[in-house]
């Protein structure tokens, strides 16, 4: 049973902690800006106010639109638990287990393009079609470090391929990474979370029909996937496995705090870019990785 | 030393990526003059005792690259008072695959030339193939006069990173003489970017087949 | 039991199956389930350990000694042609039935039977010469069942463009097995992995099985004749008859020694074609040529796979080509079912609403709950994504070439492409049947025809609900199917007849159930919160719009904008509009197709060519009987000078 508890625990700080991450950010942006900005425990606010909340939903959309939200939550958890927690180490851990979560989080866009479109609605129809488009650069671009990790460390599990830093080509991964998490995420120099009504929305416009409890799980699904890249992106750069525990935790802390830190950087100082300019940085997001590629198979020759 | 080198050479292979992406004027005369100055500080990390002559060397070629000739490529765009943004006949992400393409093909192909043992680990010969063909690919794919200037410019620097391989047996007159026809050629272009400025009221070099009869 | 008997029984049922179609239907029916029956019985057995059966016959049939072989190579085929023929057989008892088409389904039913006991034979004959003649009659089949409404010029011309194909394959497969049985000296096929000089010969199996596989670049046939094709037809073809075609291509593999190009080639035919296939998938509007595409993508898929396990083998047996070929082997199995399930819910799709288009369809889940749940079902399942059967044998694929890589010999240089086109393809599916479920379930009807659609019956239903049932258990419990797929890859290459399983599949089998299950609490509890706070159906929101249309709706060419853009390079759509005009413009339109491009730009102008020059040549022939005497004076003429040359040489 104890095991069975541990994953619990390992899961609920998961699931605890990343509505954190927004609020941040938007602490961040409110400080470069010179206001006093929302509390950084907003989201939290947020989410127990529209678990209460009454459902709105279209006249057009089946059940799955309810069921979409749920779907997309569960994959978003599944693929946490399959990322290590610096010196904790995952909640499961297998050969393999890099592709499991790449195809978790692309269940969870399934299923947030298909509750899009059960409203029948063309902006959120719009919304999806960019989703779903872009995620093919940001899924040759994940492949692409995956790779890059694995060539390094020579295995196909996250635990082995994030434990030590990325060696010689970290920087290309870590901006590739970044690169993708900003699309990913849905932030600003592709999207922007903060417009609503807009014809230049990705997720926001997916979500505009969703209202109430299922809208909370959106958010919060949303809010995982955020610090599940962050984690990705600071256990890929840095050396995690070479540390003692407390210092590998306190960087961990450290690697995700400064990656919201430069997220909320990025949303303060750049705006967002055309869309016919988006595909080009996505591309150099891919060659990014692909670059990481070539150094780690460069550097593991030598 | 050489990791250092190294690490310059593959800052200056971004830089053609970036040049390759740049949808802007200014942006792709930044990228240019700021891989002028990155090759231009290189001979100071090839020379083990760098004495007078590879000092002036450097700060010729830092200066005439990194600035002059950047300077030049604004003032003739400003003059000629032109469309600041690029309408390319290769778009941007195919003209940045094929160059980060022709840039993996050119490290694959310089393992293939019989080098000097010295070189051998050196990124010098895949950057110097590399800018060539990001130079290339900017001639072909795109249409203006100064974006085309800015392709000669790349190529030169790729001729000049493998002058760099010939810096001991000869004191860099070759660059010396490239440079200067360069230069000769900046001047040249300059004015008639203006005569065509005022003959066809575009820069589009396009228009220039107008001439052929 | 043996598989003799059962073989047996499955053969005899079904040619009696043929001769029962055209007069009573239930017997047809009941034939079909006794031989899909009995014919998986006969592949069980090797699959589940019993050794390979073969059964030489007395008589001699046009020359040669009959020789039948089941193995577990053939075992994984037989038993997807038992499954899909079942499923296809009941299916068109009410899509094909004859209320519905009074003079097309005797026929129907007996080229069906024909059909499925041309395979049967096909996977299991061990001689040249029969496989051959087993080889045409069933291509033969398949333009019988595709033009079964010969009254649609469209449906004409897909069969009459299959049969040209069809045939171009078997010329060359006619001259591998005569260039066989001249080296070896017998019509007998079976292992011959030693005899070093049949190398070359596989570049004529690639060919000949590449065409009825699909293979993207030969692909030209296939989107046009499972589009035009009755769906329960189109299923068969696109889940089994392809199929055939990599049976080939995964048998000879196996039996004959291979040149290492081969597995570079197979290997990069497959992840290019998986990419550019599933590319043209997405930009159709047509649900059938969608799905047509998507086989192309999965034919795909496959040969990364079976190419991948060739340049394992000619690299020292190397474990990672086991995996490959284990998921390339379930990946034929597990593209049968849900290729069979989409085809079936595209037919039901079609018999409710008589439209294939999407950009006509919408909001069917109303009045059609069963076939879009199936539909959905199956759509996940194609996108690979977890905790279905699809993702079990991409991930054993991927694995597979994300060994090489770690590995890093030579065969590196073709993984890491191959796993990031599989990638982007992976990617690009989920965006296609994201796609195609939207476009044609959700949403409102965008014409009359969508809105008074109807459901299927229990026929048509019962089918897709088995083959549903199939993907789920696979995706669930994948551990039960390991050990199947494993004797084959043994089958195919003793050197690898361990029986371990990947220790991480049984894991995988448990997290992909473990998901489904939290799928179905987390669903069940969002649902009762979202009652309890109580439901209230309102209007789409629509941004404040107070009366949309259906028309208002994203459209699928919009929806697929984005992305078919980024390919248009390799995709060349045919746009045609006229933007709208003045202040009250009147007449405005724009029609985006996607022409196959290696038919339009590459084979039409080819034969063009061919025709243009045979029609020169042909001025020669114009019936004057003194030119006709000139050619033969000019003929003896060029002789002489030859002859007499070849003696002054």
């Known amino acids: 049973m104890t095991p069975f508890l541990e994953g619990l625990l390992r899961l609920a700080w998961w699931l605890v902690l990343a509505p954190l991450l927004p609020g941040l950010i938007n602490k961040v942006k409110a400080w470069v800006a010179g206001r006093r900005g929302p509390p950084v425990l907003q989201l939290y606010y947020d989410l127990a106010r529209l678990w209460q909340k009454q459902v709105v939903m279209s006249t057009l959309a089946s059940p799955g639109f309810l069921i979409g939200p749920a779907v997309a939550w569960v994959a978003l958890a599944g693929a946490v638990c399959l990322v290590p927690l610096g010196p904790v180490g995952a909640m499961l851990s297998f050969h393999g287990d890099a592709l499991l979560m790449l195809y978790l989080l692309a269940l969870a866009r399934f299923f947030t393009a298909w509750a899009a479109l059960e409203t029948g609605s063309a902006f959120e129809g719009m919304g999806a079609a960019r989703e779903v488009s872009y995620a093919i650069l940001a899924e040759a671009a994940m492949v692409a470090a995956m790779l890059s990790l694995s060539v390094q460390t020579g295995s196909v599990s996250l635990v082995t391929m994030l434990a030590p830093s990325a060696g010689p080509g970290a920087a290309l991964l870590a901006a590739g990474l970044f690169t993708v998490l900003l699309a990913e995420n849905c932030r600003v120099p592709f999207d922007d979370p903060n417009t609503h009504l807009e014809l230049t929305m990705i997720h926001e416009v997916m979500v505009l029909d969703h209202s109430g409890p299922p809208l909370a799980v959106i958010l919060h699904g949303a809010a995982m996937k955020l610090l599940l890249f962050s984690v990705l992106l600071t256990e890929a750069v840095l050396p995690m496995g070479e540390l003692s525990p407390p210092a590998a935790t306190g960087v961990l802390l450290a690697g995700v705090l400064g990656v919201t830190i430069g997220v909320g950087l990025v949303e303060s100082l750049l705006a967002r870019f055309a869309f016919r300019r988006v595909p080009l940085l996505l591309t150099t997001g891919v060659l990014f990785c692909l670059f990481a590629l070539l150094v780690a198979w460069k550097g593991g020759r030598a | ?213 | ?649």
């Open chain 3, 1 to 649: 039991m043996t598989p003799g008997p059962l073989l047996l029984t499955a053969i005899v049922a079904l040619a009696a199956a043929i001769v029962a179609g055209l007069r009573w239907p239930r017997a047809w029916l009941g034939l079909n389930l006794l031989a899909s029956a009995a014919a998986f019985g006969a592949a069980l057995s090797p699959l589940l350990g019993g050794p390979a059966w073969e059964w030489f016959g007395t008589v001699t049939v046009g020359g040669e000694t009959p020789h039948l072989r089941v193995d577990a190579v053939s075992g994984i085929f037989l038993v997807l042609i038992a499954v899909v023929g079942a499923a296809g057989a009941g299916y068109s008892r009410e899509y094909w039935s004859d209320g519905l088409h009074p003079a097309s389904a005797p026929r129907s039913r007996g080229w069906w039977s024909g059909l499925v006991l041309c395979m049967v034979l096909v996977t299991t004959v061990s001689n040249g010469l029969h496989f051959l003649i087993a080889w045409e009659a069933f291509a033969v089949c398949g333009y019988f069942l595709i033009t079964l409404e010969r009254k649609r010029p469209a449906a004409r011309a897909a069969g009459w463009l299959y049969l040209v194909a069809s045939h171009a394959g078997t010329l060359g497969l006619f001259a591998f097995f005569s260039l066989l049985a001249a080296r070896t000296g017998s019509w007998d096929l079976g292992p011959m992995r030693e005899n070093a000089d049949l190398a070359p010969l596989v570049w004529l199996v690639l060919f000949g099985f590449g065409v009825k596989a699909g293979v993207f670049g030969l692909h030209i046939w296939l989107p046009s004749a499972h589009a035009n094709a009755p769906s329960h037809v189109s299923a068969i073809m696109s889940g089994v008859a392809i199929k055939m075609g990599i049976f080939g291509i995964v048998r000879f593999s196996g039996w004959l020694p291979t040149p290492t190009a081969a597995g570079w080639l197979v290997t990069g035919l497959g992840a290019t074609g998986a990419l550019l296939g599933i590319a043209f998938a997405f930009a159709q509007d047509d649900l059938k040529r969608l799905l047509a595409y998507c086989s192309v993508e999965n034919i795909g898929i496959i040969l990364m796979g079976v190419g991948g396990a060739m340049l394992a083998v000619s690299q020292g047996d190397a474990g990672w080509g086991r995996l490959a070929l284990a998921g390339a082997l379930l990946h034929v199995w597990n593209h049968g079912a849900f290729k069979t399930l989409l085809f079936l819910g595209a037919g039901s799709v079609l018999h409710g609403t008589g439209t294939r288009r999407m950009s006509r369809l919408g909001g069917l889940w109303r009045v059609m709950p069963w076939t879009a749940g199936f539909f959905l079902l199956g759509a996940l399942a194609v996108a690979g994504l977890p905790p279905l059967n699809g993702f079990v044998s991409e991930w054993l694929v991927y694995l597979g070439f994300f060994d090489a890589v770690t590995a890093k010999g030579t065969s590196a240089w073709v993984a890491m492409p191959a796993v990031l086109m599989l990638a982007l393809a992976g990617a690009l599916a989920l965006a296609s049947f994201a796609k195609a479920g939207g476009m044609i379930f959700l949403g409102a009807p965008r014409t009359p025809a969508a809105a008074r659609a109807h459901e299927c019956g229990r026929w048509m239903r019962g089918p897709m609900l088995g083959l549903a049932a199939i993907c789920l258990l696979i995706g669930l419990v994948p551990v039960l199917f390991w050990p199947m797929v494993a004797r084959a890859v043994g089958a195919w290459h003793p050197a690898w007849n361990t029986m371990e399983a990947p220790a991480p599949i049984a894991t995988l089998g448990s997290v992909q159930a473990a998901l489904a299950g939290v799928i179905v609490v987390v669903a069940a509890g969002l649902w009762w919160r979202t009652r309890a706070n109580g439901l209230r159906r309102a209007l789409t929101w629509d941004c404040g719009y107070a009366t949309p249309t259906a028309r208002m709706q994203y459209s699928s060419g919009s929806f697929a904008g984005i992305g078919s853009g980024w390919f248009s390079l390799v995709l060349r759509p045919v746009r045609h509009w006229r933007r709208p005009r003045g202040v009250l413009p009147a007449g405005a339109f724009r029609l985006d197709r996607v022409p196959d491009v290696v038919l339009a730009r590459v084979l039409t102008p080819m034969s063009d060519l061919i025709l243009r020059c045979s029609t020169a040549v042909r001025r020669l022939q114009h019936g004057r009987l003194q030119d006709y005497i000139l050619y033969v004076v000019a003929g003896l003429a060029v002789m002489a000078v030859l002859v007499s040359m070849g003696g002054v040489l």
């Open chain 2, 1 to 213: 030393m050489n990791n250092y080198l190294n690490l310059l050479i593959g800052l200056a292979m971004g830089l053609n990526l970036i040049a390759l992406g740049s949808s802007r004027l200014p942006s792709l005369i930044r990228a240019v003059s700021a891989q002028g100055i990155v090759l231009g500080l290189m001979p100071l990390l090839l020379e083990h005792h760098p004495d007078w002559r590879v000092l002036v060397v450097v700060v010729a070629t830092v200066a005439g690259k990194g600035f002059v000739i950047p300077w030049l490529l604004r003032r003739a765009m400003r003059a000629a008072t032109i469309e600041r943004e690029l309408n390319p006949l290769v778009g941007f992400v195919p003209s940045l695959l094929l160059g980060a393409g022709g840039t993996i093909a050119a490290v694959a192909f310089a393992r293939l030339l019989p080098l000097l043992p010295e070189h051998a680990g050196s990124l010098l010969v895949p950057g110097a193939l590399a800018s060539v063909l990001t130079g290339f690919i900017l001639l072909i794919g795109r249409v203006k006069a100064i974006s085309q200037v800015c392709g000669y410019l790349i190529l030169e620097n790729g001729i000049y990173l493998f002058g760099l391989l010939l810096i001991r047996s000869t004191p860099l007159l070759v660059e010396a003489g490239v440079l200067l026809d360069l230069t000769v050629g900046v001047f040249v272009i300059g004015i008639i970017v203006d005569r065509i400025q005022r003959a066809f009221d575009s820069l589009d070099t396009r228009k220039l087949t107008v001439l052929r009869e």
